[in-house]
């Protein structure tokens, strides 16, 4: 069991369904990170939060709508999503040190099937 | 632009072999970097490595970092079916956005 825990595990939704993916992190870490892994795929880096902020967007596409309330809580909302979307989507926790030495956690993933 | 490249893409060996997987980086302010395992979802956290020459150990996996000619080893020995996973390397960029640059991973498989 991690200290980064990610609900639902798994999801199958229809290209016209709006769904929410939920990462919590319960270590304390003040940076919190969302990235997509397609089979046999290296992972991609989705968005980026440092203290709630959003410090990376990369190009992500807008039917990915990420939101963090607080630095122990991080939502990806999906909404007309397509089929080449479904992958594993991985949530993930550090603690940001100006000596980059800190590593990240992971959690479990979500993984998506859009129908 | 900082990249971390690892090479092989795959390896097939039998058990009981000594694998060496290989990461080298190009990353601008370097500090430390990482090596990761992921099975079938998290990656989970091996070694951090800042300083050269310096190895770290645990268990049957060992690694070492060179600074000087960028790249870094990861080594497995005595595999056993467990380790069959993929590898990952990543090192963390200086700027403010507190990201890391993964490499595209080593898929090692080990046979029975």
């Known amino acids: 069991e991690t200290g980064v825990t990610q609900t639902p595990r798994h999801l199958v939704m229809g290209m016209t369904n709006k769904k929410s993916l939920k990462c919590e992190q319960h270590?304390?870490?003040?940076?919190m990170y969302w990235y997509k892994q397609s089979a046999k795929k290296p992972l991609e880096l989705m968005f980026v939060?440092?203290?709630?902020?959003?410090?990376e967007n990369n190009s992500v596409p807008s039917r990915f709508s990420p939101e963090c309330p607080n630095s122990s809580h991080l939502f990806l909302h999906l909404h007309t999503l397509q089929p080449e979307d479904s992958a594993l989507y991985l949530c993930?926790?550090?603690?940001?040190?100006?000596?980059?030495?800190?590593?990240?956690?992971f959690g479990p993933g979500t993984r998506l099937t859009v129908t | 632009e900082d990249k971390v490249v690892q090479s092989p893409l795959s390896l097939v060996v039998h058990e009981g072999d000594t694998v060496t997987l290989n990461c080298s980086y190009e990353v601008t302010n370097f500090r430390s970097l990482l090596w990761y395992k992921q099975e079938k979802k998290a990656p989970t956290f091996l070694f951090m490595l800042?300083?050269?020459?310096i190895e770290k150990k645990s268990g049957r996996l060992s690694s070492i970092l060179d600074k000087k000619e960028l790249f870094s080893i990861l080594n497995i020995t005595a595999t056993q079916t467990g380790d069959s996973a993929v590898y990952l390397c990543a090192a963390p960029e200086i700027s403010g956005t507190y990201k890391y640059i993964f490499g595209t991973g080593t898929r090692l498989k080990v046979l029975a």
């Open positions: 993930a926790s550090s603690q940001p040190s100006a000596s980059r030495t800190s590593y990240q956690y």
């Open positions: 939060y440092n203290f709630k902020e959003q410090t």
């Open positions: 800042t300083s050269s020459g």
């Open positions: 270590l304390g870490h003040n940076a």
